[in-house]
């Protein structure tokens, strides 16, 4: 080298051979021809050629001088370029050049030479990426490691790089531009800060977007140097987050984009960050926990990401940011969650518990979030959500909050569609979701109409899609209706009927609009309009739209014509598409892209539409009911078994000929139903019977051959079916044929004269038969009626006992256990009260007679002739006969009149029966009567005597009852305002002066003062009034204040000249005065109007006389605890609103009552409570279901304070025999152990928790069986008290869980829901406790004698009462406005609840 450098200093320039001397003094191109030379001979040699290296190291001096370095033309440098990185690799390792400022001159003008890249179509980028891979490849850039501004050169460097890289470089360019930055990077000493920064700049989302090439460069060379570059990441982000110093870099403020997309590059390269991030979840500063989080959301939710089992620490500090208290933060948590659900399954467990408490997060956006979460994860795949995760989905359909109600039902609607309807994921996705579908119609129960219009509109589009073909629509609502479970069924029938209700009230608003103008015109369009906008959402804004659609209607008679298409019955669903598109387009505007009016009429024609049904569709779906029958229909593919499908289809079949009779019409479907009517199948028969009934009106004129044939078998039906076959056959030939008297004459005269008592079994038919007969055709035969009754039914049938009745404690057996006698008797007793329903007139005197029949029936405890030969259970069996029969005459004007008020007071009485399936049953029936507004208000204060049963399911049904009763006619009298001079027979208040004085004569109100008595009518009381009381709109509490006042300045008027009775009155007025006076802050303003009392209940007030003597012993005051009433919220269940009113069965007339003054007295209608209940009332967060509140608070008697409560030790307070109450019995040794051993186990918490959550001890209220009475000392004379109540038979305590679950998804107001708390009445007397201390197998047949009140404590904490559930035809119900059809339902009803006395609507499952 010592050679070359002496050379060097030479000066003189050797050129290769051809090549003249370069300078300043020749042209441009012929530089660069001459360069071209200079490059072809750099690029031949090779490191080995000493000689050629020493020849031309003054050239290769002479091309880095300033004037090639700073040429104008690009060709010149580019040529330089290419020659001095051929001197870098000729004369490596070596450099020609010592000074450090020449050596930076040069990289810097080759990098400056790199910029040529950039343009891969000019024609000099082949030299340009020579230079390129030259500088790679030999790492020339290597040189600058020794140079102070190494850092500067390879910053420039970078920067160049990643600005010229771009998509029309191929691989080689994109491998030598890494090979070349990444040994700067391995083989260095250092990276600086700004070098890091120029390349980790490419990463941050703006810059990425602009140069993915950039990007891509940027990760391989990142992904090349991991282990190299390692240390100064971390240093970076040690700076940043950890000491707070951004200022070392611009890119601070894109940290955490920069750490996730490092750990998309290589997770290598943030070992030592991740732990800071842990740190950072954990500051105190809202927004960079977010940050954190955002970030740690998708690197835990990437596809491919294994940080959570990597850095388990990390992903348990991140699942803690769920419960954040900043709730973007847990916003952010939650969305997150689908991401991580579909991309990491195995992750599901650890998200479930903190998706659950988000599910009930105070936010409504967290809660609807969650929903979202799961939802789009089990869309993607089913087995990607647990069991758990779509529960919470499922608690969030009776979410508060309506959007959050909304996206819950909406998701699983579209889980269901997806794997039930359309099968995705085979048999075992479509099992798994297969609850989907009741769930979604139990939410038909809601208040809410917004709730209901989703289900219809979810039930046309995902569960039942009307557009598919007729037959496949059809089969698809055939095997769901199977499938569906009773509740959901019935809410089902429900919304069909609710259409149609609309339908109707529809089509009288177009009958309406075509009539001329008046006042009376415009009311009842006014009319119409309310009842319709009460069906839509939003209410008040509904009202203007539907007024503009009756103009509308008025104006446009094309618009007009077409909606009285939609709603005609025979209008198709093709049809009713049409005129939908048509009316729509009609009234659409393109002007006005968001059109309120035309939403609202939308929802309307939505609504109204018959989008499944039609004469096409019933036909296809009888035809599928053929299929199953034939057996030919998969029903087994479709998981159903073919006995069930059958059932199923016709009762579907049985329900839409309610709803669309007129499609039935062909003969190709009567025909069909002809072939079920002759299957053996009895359900089969009967439901053909009642289609028949249903759809038959215009069969004789249309349909003369369908005649022929079924006229012959309706007659043997009705002589020789089953009963209820019998039933249906005579209805159907009353509604389908014009001679219908000759044939009645036919079936009447043959079973007239067979009736006899040799074979009991045989006997039921004929009376059933003649039964309808007395009630359809009375006229036809009155005489032989008459006689039948009094010699036959009366006298033959129920004054004899002939057969002994089984000796049994069991107050109730099923129906298969009742002797036939027993059977016959209560036919007996319907055909008679059927006979005078009939009539519906007491000339003759026949009703005084059967009421003084029946009241003697419950006189005698329900054996009527007093021989002691019938047995427990049907004597219960004749009971409840009785007290029905009572309530179905009761419903009836002309035979209310004539119930004295003992009759009344006795069959009150059945509804605190000894036997608890009489009590449940008689409930039932009175609440039915009172629903349909047909049993007169005074039958409403029955209720206020199930205050004290012993089952807690009673108490609270009773209470559903009072709550839906009491909003049905508040809702009533605000649809009707016509009534108002109706309103002592429909104002919720006035059952007020009935319970007073039903009270007053209980049987069991026997000492006037005595405390405990009190204590009980003051319980019974507030029953009625903590309801009636829970809104004081219109001041009425000032309005019962005021009612009671002037019952006290009245006399009884069954009794008036009884002082006692008449003290018991103004005592009982005291109580209620009491409660009013503690419950309310308003009592005591101006009543709006002056009470009416009915007049058969207290005499006239005396204006002389004013009563004002407090009758209550001072002892009772601390009783009446001040506080006020909540709102009353009950099961959605027994708290449907009134759907039908225009169809309601008021018979108003029959339900007046002779009243003592103006009839006009309204406090302004006091109870204008709306259907819905007022949730604002009651203190609950945002989360909180919407469902009626659990009968934890819903059942309890509320604001009921508790008694003192006696000690085991404590006596009786009055050891003689009470009239109506039945001697305590000596308490037995056996007894009196069990009794101590029972009190050393409950400990006092036990007691406490006893006391306040279960019936009262004592037992039921009552007169004792006859055994008992004849032993006591009471007088005969008097009233006939009720028999006690005794607790229902013990069930497996396995049923009580299940009970509880099924709780939230009661759906109808026969079901009753297992209370879960509740607040019972104090203790009483030691002997009564002593007499509860028995076995449990005698509690479960418990008799009158041995059993009062509940069982032990230690029994009752071990076995909750377990709630009985009975199951009533409650989607029929509404639906039959005839006096045949309400019969048909009690029959049904009846059947249901006899068939099985304890029915529930699951089977328990681990019987035992």
Known sequence: MAHSKNRATDGKITYPPGVKEISD?????????????????????????????????????????????????????????????????????????????????????????????????????????????????????????????????????????FQVINNGHNQKVHMHMVDLMSSIICEGDTVSQELLDTVLVNLVPAHKNLNKQAYDLAKALLKRTAQAIEPYITNFFNLVLMLGKTSVSDLSEHVFDLILELYNIDSHLLLSVLPQLEFKLKSNDNDERLQVVKLLAKMFGAKDSELASQNKPLWQCYLGRFNDIHVPIRLECVKFASHCLMNHPDLAKDLTEYLKVRSHDPEEAIRHDVIVSIVTAAKKDLALVNDHLLNFVRERTLDKRWRVRKEAMMGLAQIYKKYSLQGEGGKEASKQVSWIKDKL????????????????????????????????????????????????????????????????????????????????????????????????????????????LAQVLEEDEKIRKQLETLVSPACSCKQAEGCVRDITKKLGSPKQPSNPFLE???????????????????????????????????????????????????????????????????????????????????????????????????????????????????????????????????????????????????????????????????????????????????????????????????????????????????????DDEVSPETLGKIQGIKLMVRWLLGVKNNQSKSGTSTLRMLTAILNSDGDLTEQGKIGKPDMSRMRLAAGCALLRLAQEPCYHEIITLEQYQLCALVINDECYQVRQAFAQKLHKGLCRLRLPLEYLAVFALCAKDPVKERRAHARQCLVKNINLRREYLKQHAAVSEKLISLLPEYVVPYAIHLLVHDPDYVKVQDIEQLKDIKEA?????????????????????????????????????????????????????????????????????????????????????????NYLPPEMKSFFTPGKPKAANVLGAVNKPLSATGKLQTKLSRMETNSNASSNSNPSSPGRGKGRLDTTDVDHSENEDITMKSLSESEKPRGRKRGITTTPDDKPQDSKPKRGRKKAPPVSEEAEVSWAEDSSLADTTMEMED??????????????????????????????????????????????????????????ENIEVKPKAGRGRGGRRAGTRAEAAETTEESVESTPQKRRGRPPKNQQAAKKTVGVRSRGNESDEDMETSQENVEEEEEQEEENQHSSPKVRRKAPRNRR
Request: charged share 30%; aromatic share 8%.
């Open 25 to 161: 003094k020749i042209s441009k191109e012929e530089m660069v021809r001459r360069l071209k030379m200079v490059v072809k001979t750099f690029m031949d040699m090779d490191q080995d050629s000493e000689e050629e290296k020493e020849l031309y190291l003054n050239l290769a001096l002479h091309l880095a001088s300033d004037f090639f370095l700073k040429h104008p033309d690009k060709d010149v440098r580019l040529l330089v370029a290419c020659c001095l990185a051929d001197i870098f690799r000729i004369y490596a390792p070596e450099a020609p050049y010592t000074s450090p400022d020449k050596l930076k001159d040069i990289f810097m003008f080759i990098t400056r030479q790199l910029k040529g890249l950039e343009d891969t179509k000019s024609a000099q980028f082949n030299r340009y990426f020579y230079l390129l891979e030259n500088i790679a490849w030999v790492k020339s850039y290597n040189i600058c490691f020794e140079l102070e501004d190494s850092n500067e050169i390879f910053t420039q460097l970078y920067r160049t790089l």
């Open 600 to 814: 609202m009429v939308k929802f309307l024609l939505e609504r109204i539409a018959p989008v499944h049904i039609d004469t096409e569709s019933i036909s296809a779906l009888v035809k599928q009911v053929n299929k199953s029958i034939e057996g030919t229909a998969d029903d087994e593919d479709e998981g159903v078994p073919t006995e069930q499908a059958i059932r199923a289809g016709l009762e579907l079949l049985k329900v839409l000929s309610f709803t669309h009779p007129v499609s039935f019409h062909s003969a190709e479907t009567f025909e069909s139903l002809l072939s079920c009517l002759k299957m053996d199948d009895e359900k089969v028969a009967e439901a053909a019977l009642q289609i028949f009934k249903n759809t038959g009106g215009k069969l004789e004129e249309s349909f003369p051959q369908i005649k022929s044939v079924l006229m012959p078998v309706l007659q043997h039906k009705a002589k020789k079916g089953p009963p209820r076959q019998a039933k249906y056959a005579i209805h159907c030939i009353h509604a389908m044929f014009s001679n219908r008297d000759t044939h009645f004459a036919q079936i009447f005269e043959p079973l007239h004269k067979s009736v006899d008592t040799e074979n009991f079994e045989q006997l039921i038919t004929p009376l059933t038969t003649l039964g309808h007969l007395a009630m359809l055709a009375p006229e036809q035969f009155a005489g032989p009626l008459k006689s039948l009754v009094a010699n036959f039914i009366v006298k033959d049938l129920l004054m004899n006992d002939r057969s002994p009745g089984k000796k049994t404690t069991k107050l109730w057996v099923p």
């Open 1021 to 1109: 009381l507030w029953f009625v009034l903590e309801i009636l009381m829970a809104k004081n709109e219109n001041n009425s509490h000032a309005f019962i204040r005021k009612m009671v006042e002037n019952i006290k300045q009245t006399k009884d008027g069954q009794t008036p000249d009884d002082a006692k009775i008449n003290e018991k009155l103004y005592t009982v007025c005291d109580v209620a005065m009491n409660i009013v006076i503690s419950k309310s802050t308003t009592y005591s303003l101006e009543s709006p109007k002056d009470p009416v009392l009915p007049a058969r209940y207290f005499t006239q007030p005396d204006k002389n006389f004013s009563n004002t003597k």
């Open 1251 to 1308: 006391e306040q959550n279960s019936p009262p001890k004592r037992g039921r209220r009552g007169r004792p069986p006859k055994s008992a009475a004849l032993k006591e000392e009471t007088p005969a004379k008097g009233r006939r008290g009720r028999k006690k109540a005794a607790p229902p038979p013990e069930e497996e305590a396995e049923e009580e869980q299940e009970e509880e679950e099924d709780g939230e998804e009661a759906g109808s």
């Open 441 to 548: 119609l139990h939410i038909y129960y809601q208040n809410s109409i917004d709730d209901r219009l989703l289900v219809e509109r979810i039930f046309a589009q995902y569960m039942v899609p009307h557009n598919l073909e007729t037959t496949e629509r059809m089969k698809c609502l055939y095997y769901l209706y199977a499938t569906l479970d009773q509740n959901a069924v019935k809410a089902l029938n429900e919304m069909w009927k609710c259409q149609n209700m609309l339908r109707h009230n529809v089509k009288d608003l177009l009958d309406l609009v075509k009539q001329p103008k008046s006042d009376s015109y415009n009311k009842a369009v006014f009319s119409k309009v309310m009842v319709i906008t009460r069906n839509l959402p939003d209410p008040g804004k509904a009202q203007d739209f539907v007024k503009k």
